[in-house]
């Protein structure tokens, strides 16, 4: 498994304020979510990113997303350069 990397991009005057997911395997930008607040805005993007993983391995390989590693839990905590990490915990 990776570790997915989020950090906050700001509103330039082109763009409104996002969120980025990054890891090897990919990454996705998400508008940033008002409704939310604190490490709930960088969840939000992790899932839509582990979302979109486990939608390519479903088409790529047949893997019912229930059964995805991907689709586990995982633990967050925040990088001296204010990014977040989030890691995933196999379960036994």
Request: charged share 20%; with cysteine; proline share 8%.
């Amino acid at each position: 498994m990776q570790a997915i990397q989020t950090k906050f991009l700001p509103c330039t005057d082109a763009k409104d304020a996002r969120i980025k997911a990054f890891c090897e395997r990919g990454s996705l930008t998400v508008g940033y979510p008002y409704e939310l607040s604190g490490d709930a805005v960088h969840q939000f993007a992790v899932d839509a990113l582990v979302e979109r993983f486990c939608d390519q391995d479903l088409k790529a390989y047949g893997t019912p997303v229930m059964e995805n590693p991907w689709n586990g839990p995982y633990a967050s905590g925040s990088l001296p350069d204010g990014t977040m990490a989030h890691v995933f915990c196999l379960l036994p």
